[in-house]
């Protein structure tokens, strides 16, 4: 999935994206508020991280700004502020979440899970398609019981296909939420991805058809169904 961090300390927002990255998300971390808040106009994403004392623009005034477009992306707050009364005005203002600072990186992923499997629509962590069960706490993918070896990234692009299954993307809204800014994945790296998924999916009720020209459209041969 696409994340994007907002976080003018340096050290903990890099380190915020390093573990992020590495369970297969694309992250980009911006520092100032203004930044996000011209890039946000532009490009979607899955989750914000935002911290509230940021240059440019607050953490406040950018998710004002975003709730006024009807910018419905997840919000998950960071902030040394742990007063009720902070809490309840960024709830009103549009936040989703909430984690006071210091954290354990443990909650931060717990949380982003949570929040990332409501935009999907689902209400567990563990989830049926078909033959296909998908845990999203210990990224592991089982097949009519089975454990399937999957790479974190062929991962995410198994989630985003389950988040738009029927709906055709194009090469280019998978490279956005597969990959950061900072990230050049190759002309052909979609589709050495895809075939890959592919593979390890021939005993699954997941299809993906490529649409010649146009994307790929991701179906499920059984009914779905959730835990």
Known sequence: MRILVVEDTQVLGQAINERLTSLGHGVDLITDGKQADEMLRYQSVDLILLDLNLPGLSGLQLLQKLRQRDDDTPVLILTARDHIEDRIRLLDAGADDYLTKPFDFGELEARCRALLRRKQGYAANVTEHGNIQVNRDS??????????????????????FLGHLGRVLSKDEITDHLFNFNETPGPNAIELYVGRLRKKMLKGDL?????????????????????
């Open 139 to 160: 990224r592991q993918v089982f097949i009519e019981g089975e454990l399937t070896a999957i790479t974190n990234r062929e991962f995410r692009l198994l989630e985003i």
């Open 207 to 227: 299809v993906i058809s490529t649409l010649r020209g146009i994307g790929y459209v991701a179906e499920i041969t059984q009914p779905t169904k959730s835990e």
